[in-house]
């Protein structure tokens, strides 16, 4: 059973930083795409960022570029986001997502900011950015 467990959520002020991770098991291989979502109360799903293939390809919203940071460590097939000068609008529940099976990146990467390319879900961190 795949499992992803994120850490590392709270309650900062405007302009602090916060760093996610996102620990995952019982997965074999590699994880074709590991990204990170955020839902807002009364707003739909959003991608934030995501990284895709061996060569650790990157894609992230027009709204967290320059702010957010996502990397990967292959070995550990684990995901990281890091979250810097935040603004109150950042405030959601952020989840960790991983896609399984095949696609090169050229045909993911695209698609990785889509919620219905994924797989598997963790349950969620709050983020809760205060003026």
């Known amino acids: 059973q795949v499992q992803l467990v994120e850490s590392g959520g709270g309650s900062v002020q405007t302009g602090g930083s916060l760093r996610l991770s996102c620990a995952s098991s019982?997965?074999?291989?590699?994880?074709?795409?590991m990204g990170w979502f955020r839902q807002a109360p009364g707003k739909d799903r959003e991608g934030v960022a995501a990284?895709?293939?061996?060569?650790?390809?990157?894609k992230s919203a027009n709204s967290v570029k320059g702010r957010f940071t996502i990397s990967r460590d292959h070995a550990k097939n684990t995901v990281y986001l890091q979250m810097d000068s935040l603004k109150p609008e950042d405030t959601a529940i952020y989840y960790c997502?991983?896609?399984?099976?095949?696609?090169?990146?050229?045909?993911?990467?695209?698609?990785?900011?889509?919620?219905?390319?994924?797989?598997?879900w963790g349950q969620g961190t709050q983020v809760t950015v205060s003026s």
């Open positions: 997502a991983a896609r399984g099976g095949s696609g090169t990146p050229a045909q993911t990467l695209p698609l990785a900011l889509k919620p219905s390319i994924y797989n598997y």
């Open positions: 019982g997965y074999t291989g590699d994880f074709n795409c």
């Open positions: 990284v895709c293939g061996r060569a650790l390809t990157k």
